[in-house]
Structures are given as structure tokens and as C-alpha cells.
């Protein structure tokens, strides 16, 4: 399995980004993911999840600005993310709870 994030980059307060990870394997539909952050000096922290069946579930620190969706054609999860802060600023990271799998992340880094 391979998970692949794209979209990070450099952007002012206030503005957005929209994340996605592409993803291999099998059954891509069947699965729970979820998008995970690291700031520096911080541990790694959830942001957003989203179930197979599309249920989704935020970190209260995103509720309002981020949207988790998936599309199970191109096995691809995508986090747009509105209203940026600078306190979002990190690596972000897409993540398969079942075995574990995470991609290599994408940097996000937002300019006061």
C-alpha cells in the first residue's frame, strides 16, 4: 500500500489549500482514513476522518474551516482546508488505520 500527499504549500492567514492523497491497493473503498498534522516540536495530531461508508469526524480546532471527502474511483482522500491560521502550519499526512499506513506528507505553512 502507498499513500502519496500532495498539495501543501505557502499561503497567507486567511487563505486556503486543498490537500489530496492518492492512494494503492485493494479495496481502497472499504476503508476508514484519515488526515493526520505535525507541527514542529509537537507531536503528530488527527485533523480529519472519514469512514467507507463517508461518515467524517473533525478535530474541534478544524471544525468549520476543513472538509475531509473521498472519492472511491480514483482511491483518493482530499482535505480542503478554508480560513487557514497560522497555528496550522506543518506537515500534513494521510493515513490508513487498518495496517497503519501512512504517505510521506506534504508541508503546509501558513504566513501571518
Known amino acids: 500500500v502507498q499513500l502519496q500527499a500532495s498539495g501543501g504549500g505557502l499561503v497567507q492567514t486567511g487563505g486556503s489549500l486543498r490537500l489530496s492523497c492518492a492512494t494503492s491497493g485493494s479495496f481502497f473503498s472499504l476503508y476508514d482514513m484519515a488526515w493526520y498534522r505535525q507541527a514542529p516540536g509537537k507531536e503528530r495530531e488527527s485533523v480529519a476522518e472519514i469512514s467507507s461508508s463517508g461518515r467524517t469526524n473533525y478535530a474541534e480546532f478544524v471544525k468549520g474551516r476543513f472538509i475531509i471527502s473521498r472519492d472511491n474511483a480514483k482511491e483518493m482522500i482530499h482535505l480542503q482546508m478554508n480560513s487557514l491560521k497560522p497555528e496550522d502550519t506543518g506537515v500534513y499526512y494521510c493515513?490508513?488505520?487498518?495496517?497503519?499506513?501512512w504517505g510521506q506528507g506534504t508541508q503546509v505553512t501558513v504566513s501571518s
Open positions: 493515513h490508513r488505520p487498518f495496517g497503519n499506513w
